[in-house]
């Protein structure tokens, strides 16, 4: 077996193929040392979705933009004595709702 990492598109596209070809998903999983549960994911999602290639964007949803995360540790940095509660606060009256661990230091 081989270490754990993503399968990309074109060999997604390639076991698809052998498949396709009404090869086993065993022959198949086996040519291409990979195990079968992933082979046999793979051809399942295939025929569900009638693509190969994986889904990007999982996560949650982020509620501030990067340039707002950008002004807030600068208004954090330019006043060191207020409060991540204060700051948070200030932020929150503008409509947004911010994580107070962004704002320790990583340090």
Known sequence: MSSRHHIDDFMRGRIIGKIEEERKITDVAREFNIAHSVVSRLWKSFKTTGMCSRRHGGGRVRSTTPAED??????????????????????????????????????
């Not at 208004?75 to 200030?90: F, H, I």
């Open 70 to 107: 950008r002004y807030i540790v600068l208004s954090a940095k330019r006043n060191r004595r207020t409060t991540a509660q204060q700051v948070e606060n200030q932020f929150l009256a503008s409509g947004k709702q911010i994580s107070r661990k962004k704002l320790l230091p990583d340090v």
